[in-house]
Every structure is written in structure tokens, then in C-alpha cells.
């Protein structure tokens, strides 16, 4: 299972598939996971807040191959926050569709207020809190961690998800992911300090 949809299923509940997070936080978070899976499969680079595409073969998967395709249209834009900006907004249909397509969720419409809305429903209680339970089993040993792993606990923070990954040990945790996530790759932890600023932004602009 790919970046985002780990993302995507922490970001909603195991059992009934509703938002733990509003829809713009949501959608921050889901946009530089798919920016995330580019870089872990080595086809961008992030620098100094700019993206630079270093491998123009198509990913393989599909929705991946879109992104790359959308920044390669578009390369006179390298700013990593505008594409979080830009990508956010489709950025839940796009992966709440891939992990339909896997299975690993049922797409279901309902009508309110003479709107219809789409939910994900997970097919499967336990896969579908499987990410949740592997960055907690990550937090609670004292054991290398995967890049694509370290990459989720660090969108996960950013987008303040993780008191629905840990259980206890709050603050004892904490520092267990802090330092966790000092082993991130230098362009994946500016990913994820971008997104924590996005995150913040929004917030702010919110309360204005």
C-alpha cells in the first residue's frame, strides 16, 4: 500500500470511514503524501522549498504517473507549497478512488441537503487500521525504521493525527518520534516541515 492511502486510512475512522481531520487539513496532508510517494520512488528531489524532477519514467502506479505528468506540465512551478495548495483540493476523491479500485475500501453515496457526498468505507476493520498499528508498534520499539514509515509518522504529525496512532505515553512517545524522524532523508523531512506549515497557514487563515 502506497503513501497516501496509509495516510488516507489513518486520517478516517478503521470501522465507519469518518474524516478524523476537516476536509482542508485532510487534503494538505494527502497532497504532499502523493508529493511523498514521487520522492520515495526517486522521481523528484525537494531543495530548499523547490521541486525538480529527476526521473521522467512513469511511476508504477497510476495515480503516481498523474502527479509526475501534472508537474511535468507545469515545470516553471517548483514551489512545494503551491503544489501542496494545488493538489489538495482533489486530493481525497483521487486516493479514496485508488483504494477502491485495491479493495481496501467501498465507495458509497449518500444525499444531504440535496448534496450528495461520497464516503470510503473500509472493507476490512483490521486492514484498514493496519497503518495505524504498524507506527505504533514503530514508536514503541527501539528498532530501524523504513524511509516510506518514517515518511507517514511525519505527515501523520504534521497534520496532528498522532493521538490517533498513540495510545499512551504521550510525551515519553514524542520524543521517541522526534527522534525517529531525525533519520528521515533530508528532501522527505522538508516535506514534511512544509506540510506542517501548510497546516499551520490554513489554521491561521482560518481564524482571520
Request: proline content about 5%.
Given at each position: 500500500?502506497?503513501l497516501?492511502?496509509?495516510?488516507?486510512?489513518?486520517?478516517?475512522?478503521?470501522?465507519?470511514?469518518?474524516?478524523?481531520l476537516?476536509?482542508?487539513?485532510?487534503?494538505?496532508?494527502?497532497?504532499?503524501?502523493?508529493?511523498?510517494?514521487?520522492l520515495?520512488?526517486?522521481r523528484?528531489?525537494?531543495?530548499?522549498?523547490?521541486?525538480?524532477?529527476?526521473?521522467?519514467?512513469?511511476?508504477?502506479?497510476?495515480?503516481?504517473?498523474?502527479?509526475?505528468?501534472?508537474?511535468?506540465?507545469?515545470a516553471?512551478?517548483?514551489?512545494?507549497?503551491?503544489?501542496?495548495?494545488?493538489?489538495?483540493?482533489g486530493?481525497?476523491?483521487?486516493?479514496?478512488?485508488?483504494?477502491?479500485?485495491?479493495?481496501?475500501?467501498?465507495?458509497?453515496?449518500?444525499?444531504?441537503?440535496?448534496r450528495?457526498?461520497?464516503?470510503?468505507?473500509?472493507?476490512?476493520?483490521?486492514?484498514?487500521?493496519?497503518?495505524?498499528?504498524?507506527?505504533?508498534?514503530?514508536?514503541?520499539?527501539?528498532e530501524?525504521?523504513?524511509?516510506?514509515?518514517?515518511?507517514?509518522?511525519?505527515?501523520v504529525?504534521?497534520?496532528?493525527?498522532?493521538?490517533?496512532?498513540?495510545?499512551?505515553?504521550r510525551?515519553?512517545?514524542?520524543?521517541?518520534?522526534?527522534?525517529?524522524l531525525?533519520?528521515?532523508?533530508?528532501?522527505?523531512?522538508?516535506?514534511?516541515?512544509?506540510?506542517?506549515?501548510?497546516v499551520?497557514?490554513?489554521?491561521?487563515?482560518?481564524?482571520?
Amino acid at each position: 500500500m502506497l503513501l497516501a492511502d496509509e495516510f488516507f486510512l489513518i486520517a478516517h475512522d478503521d470501522a465507519t470511514g469518518k474524516p478524523r481531520l476537516n476536509p482542508g487539513t485532510a487534503g494538505i496532508g494527502l497532497a504532499a503524501a502523493l508529493l511523498g510517494e514521487l520522492l520515495l520512488f526517486g522521481r523528484i528531489t525537494l531543495d530548499s522549498g523547490e521541486l525538480t524532477i529527476v526521473d521522467r519514467r512513469p511511476p508504477p502506479d497510476a495515480l503516481a504517473h498523474t502527479v509526475l505528468d501534472q508537474l511535468a506540465g507545469e515545470a516553471q512551478h517548483r514551489q512545494i507549497r503551491l503544489w501542496i495548495d494545488f493538489l489538495r483540493y482533489g486530493a481525497a476523491e483521487s486516493v479514496g478512488e485508488r483504494l477502491a479500485r485495491s479493495g481496501a475500501v467501498r465507495r458509497h453515496e449518500y444525499r444531504r441537503m440535496l448534496r450528495t457526498t461520497t464516503a470510503y468505507l473500509p472493507v476490512d476493520i483490521n486492514a484498514a487500521a493496519w497503518p495505524g498499528t504498524r507506527l505504533r508498534a514503530l514508536v514503541d520499539r527501539d528498532e530501524p525504521a523504513e524511509q516510506p514509515d518514517l515518511t507517514l509518522l511525519g505527515l501523520v504529525g504534521a497534520t496532528n493525527l498522532t493521538r490517533e496512532v498513540l495510545w499512551h505515553g504521550r510525551s515519553e512517545a514524542q520524543r521517541r518520534i522526534d527522534q525517529l524522524l531525525t533519520n528521515l532523508a533530508p528532501p522527505l523531512r522538508e516535506l514534511v516541515a512544509h506540510t506542517e506549515a501548510a497546516v499551520g497557514a490554513a489554521v491561521l487563515s482560518h481564524r482571520q
